[in-house]
């Protein structure tokens, strides 16, 4: 299976990103595959061993996500090697509707440096990052973001958007995608099913 038939073949069957967006997401059903050319010209074949290794790190965030009753998305953000931030979604449990998994991230590798400047590190999302999370992408001046699942309802790295490459803004980084998608694509499917499990117990 090539790249871009995994991407489509996600998108058709597995929900987005937040529980309230599935409706949404279904009325759209495939409409992803008209970013298929787009895709195409990303960075999806140059995947390391590296990024591989950091990506499941992040999905390791991910599924910490899912234990606590959040939606499974990680981010992980890595500098000369070392892990300087991670986070997963807590939108749920500190009733705040910006503690997405990459904006925790970006927070405590700022910490961690003493310097909101990313300059030079690499961030790891198990799922495209949203208008919000990708505006914190830019500001933070990363050299790169890697995502593993598309989000072709909310994405801004390709799917709705492309921030990353809009010349307008003073920072640009590089986007490599699909690292990893069927793991990250999996914890999806299974969190959305089970909501829906819940959700049919409770009617």
Same mark, same amino acid.
């Given at each position: 299976m090539t790249f871009i038939q995994a991407v489509l073949e996600f998108t058709c069957e597995a929900p987005v %990103?937040?529980?309230?967006?599935?409706?949404?997401? @279904?009325?759209?059903?495939? $409409?992803?595959?008209?970013?298929?050319?787009?895709?195409?010209?990303?960075?999806?074949?140059?995947?390391?061993?590296?990024?591989?290794?950091?990506?499941?790190v992040a999905l390791?965030? %991910?599924?910490? $996500?899912?234990? @606590?009753?959040?939606?499974?998305?990680?981010?992980?953000?890595?500098?000369?090697?070392?892990?300087?931030?991670?986070?997963?979604?807590?939108?749920e449990t500190l009733k705040d509707p910006t503690a997405h998994a990459e904006i925790l991230a970006l927070t405590a590798a700022a910490i961690k440096l003493a310097n909101w400047r990313l300059t030079g590190a690499t961030v790891y999302i198990t799922l495209e990052p949203c208008l919000m999370c990708t505006g914190a992408l830019v500001l933070a001046r990363p050299k790169r973001v890697v995502f593993a699942s598309p989000d072709p309802k909310f994405g801004c790295l390709g799917s709705q958007y492309d921030i990353a490459g809009d010349n307008r803004f003073n920072h640009r980084f590089a986007v490599t995608a699909?690292?990893?998608?069927?793991?990250? %694509?999996?914890?999806?499917?299974?969190?959305?099913?089970?909501?829906?499990?819940?959700?049919?117990?409770? %009617?």
């Open positions: %990103a937040q529980l309230d967006r599935v409706p949404d997401y @279904e009325s759209v059903g495939c $409409a992803f595959e008209s970013r298929r050319a787009h895709f195409d010209t990303m960075s999806i074949l140059d995947v390391s061993k590296e990024d591989e290794r950091w990506m499941r390791m965030e %991910a599924e910490a $996500a899912l234990e @606590e009753g959040e939606v499974p998305v990680g981010c992980v953000i890595v500098k000369n090697g070392l892990l300087i931030g991670r986070g997963h979604n807590r939108v699909g690292v990893l998608l069927a793991e990250s %694509a999996t914890l999806l499917r299974n969190f959305f099913k089970i909501q829906r499990q819940l959700k049919k117990g409770r %009617a």
